[in-house]
C-alpha cells in the first residue's frame, strides 16, 4: 500500500496516537494474480518514548473502499473483490 497518512496523539504527555489516511492498496502473489485500487488505513498505536529509540505497538487495519478486478498477467481474470487487512505490529522510531 501507499498512503497519505494523519497521526494525532491524543495528548500532549502521552504516547497513544491515532493515524489515518487513504492512498493505493494492492495485492500480488506467486501465481501472477494482482489488483489494486483507492483504499484507507487506520492504526492505533503506542509510543513508548525511551531517548532517541522508541519502540511503537499497534493495531492497523488497511481496507480498499469498493471491490476491485483481479487480473492475471494484466489481463481481466473474471472477478472482483475486496483487499482486507488486519495489522498487528511493533514498530521502532529514531528521533
Not at 11 to 17: D, N, P, R, V
Not at 19 to 36: E, F, T
Not at 45 to 58: N, R
Request: glycine share 18%.
Amino acid at each position: 500500500s501507499a498512503m497519505g497518512q494523519v497521526t494525532r496523539y491524543l495528548s500532549a504527555t502521552s504516547g497513544l496516537f491515532l493515524r489515518g489516511g487513504v492512498g493505493l492498496v494492492g495485492y500480488h502473489d506467486d501465481a501472477d494474480l494482482s489488483a489494486s485500487g483507492p483504499g484507507f488505513s487506520g492504526r492505533l498505536g503506542y509510543e513508548f518514548l525511551g531517548g532517541k529509540v522508541h519502540i511503537v505497538p499497534y493495531v492497523g487495519y488497511v481496507r480498499t473502499f469498493d471491490g476491485i478486478d483481479m487480473k492475471r498477467d494484466g489481463d481481466e481474470a473474471g472477478f472482483n473483490f475486496v483487499i482486507s487487512q488486519l495489522q498487528l505490529g511493533l514498530g521502532v522510531a529514531f528521533h
